[in-house]
């Protein structure tokens, strides 16, 4: 199986979760007021993006914890592996619906290819954890794996994260 496009791209991977959570925190009041969630669902949904957000950032800092919670934890990010895959794959259903309806945004198709490889890295590809937490406890293990920020490049994307790349760190 080929691999989704930007599913090498964790940094953007990893910003495009924190900004389904920014798009959950924003809408959910107004779907509340407009009575199509409860307010238990809409609280639901983004507590299950903010898991998304938290599991990137483990992905993608060495100095977090070796593993965020016990081995026995079903929810060690905050939310169970197959509540924030059924999150991702609806996503990534409807974004793919909306780039479907109108092939000529390019923007539409892009956030359709990003919210693809989130599903996909959040799919337990025939193992007991998802992708993402499979591949970064291989980069915890084997440094020559890990994802590389390009500082020109990934430098924002972490620090929205509350993170710093490691040429930040030697500069302090």
Known sequence: MIDPP?????????????????????????????GTLTQAEADDSIAVARAIVLQWRWALDP???????????????????????????????????????????PNAREAALLAEAL?????????DLPRIVHFALIARRSPAQRFVPDPAEDADIYRALGLTLDVERRAA
């Open 119 to 127: 599903a996909w890295h959040q799919d337990m590809g025939g193992t």
């Open 63 to 105: 100095a977090m914890p070796p593993f965020p919670a016990a081995a026995d934890d079903p929810a060690p990010f905050g939310c169970r592996d197959v509540d924030m895959a059924v999150q991702l794959r609806r996503l990534a259903q409807w974004r793919r619906q909306r780039a479907d309806a109108a092939p000529a945004d």
């Open 6 to 34: 930007f599913a090498n791209d964790w940094a953007y991977c990893a910003w495009g979760a924190l900004e389904v959570l920014r798009e959950r925190r924003a809408a959910m009041p107004a779907r509340v007021a407009a």
